[in-house]
Structure formats: C-alpha cells, structure tokens
C-alpha cells in the first residue's frame, strides 16, 4: 500500500514561493502517475500538475509557467516548486501516486483519483494579498 505525506507549505504573501514535498513510501510501480492535488474550502479537490513514469508532465492551465514538477532519481518523492503565488493558490495541497498513465493527456484527471479513499494529510499553502 502506497502513503503520501505532504510537506513544505506555509504562508507567503503575492508572488512568493514555496516548494512541496511528497514522500510516497511503498511506490514501486513501473508506470504510473504521480499528481499534485488542491482543494480550496467549499471547493472540490482538483488536479493542477502530474508527472508519468516516463517523464512526461503536465499541469493545469492555472498553474501553467508558474509550477513545476519534479521528482527524485528515486521516483518515491514528489515536489512542486510553485513560483509567483496568488491568493487564488490558497488551498490544502495533496499528492498521490497511482499505477496508471494519461494515454496522451493530464493522468491527474484519471477516474482512479476520483475514487481514492485515501488521501495524506496534505500541506496548507495560504496566499495572502
């Protein structure tokens, strides 16, 4: 069983910059989709940035030329380097892993991330004006 547990956030004021971390211990998947989940209050958890087994990211148009991610040479820790920050970007931050791909678009949409039951306790990221 794959755990996440998420780290890094914090407060910062407009265009700050934070890094999140993500250790998913008992990741040994071959292919698989590594995420950057957020969820605003009173808003659903959405996807903003992903990368694949073979390399290949991709990010959600808010967050696009802003956010980076990457991983380690290990490929069971996640981050997210988030440059430029805005209130907007205020949210608890999640990660997860899971052993599917995008078939050539976002894997952060996959239906498998709709249906996870579990999530780490994430990071709050607050951004303030």
């Known amino acids: 069983v794959v755990q996440e547990v998420e780290s890094g956030g914090g407060s910062v004021q407009a265009g700050g910059s934070l890094r999140l971390s993500c250790r998913a211990s008992?990741?040994?998947?071959?292919?698989?989709?590594m995420g950057w989940f957020r969820q605003a209050p009173g808003k659903e958890r959405e996807g903003i940035a992903d990368?694949?087994?073979?390399?290949?990211?991709s990010y959600a148009d808010s967050v696009k030329g802003r956010f980076t991610i990457s991983q380690d040479d290990a490929k069971n820790t996640l981050y997210l380097q988030m440059n430029d920050l805005k209130p907007e970007d205020t949210a608890m931050y999640y990660c997860?892993?899971?052993?599917?791909?995008?078939?050539?678009?976002?894997?952060?949409?996959?239906?498998?991330?709709?249906?996870?039951?579990?999530w780490g306790p994430g990071t709050q990221v607050t951004v303030s004006a």
């Open positions: 008992g990741h040994t998947y071959s292919t698989y989709c």
């Open positions: 990368i694949e087994g073979d390399g290949k990211t």
């Open positions: 997860a892993v899971e052993p599917v791909s995008g078939g050539g678009g976002p894997c952060y949409t996959h239906p498998i991330f709709e249906i996870r039951s579990y």
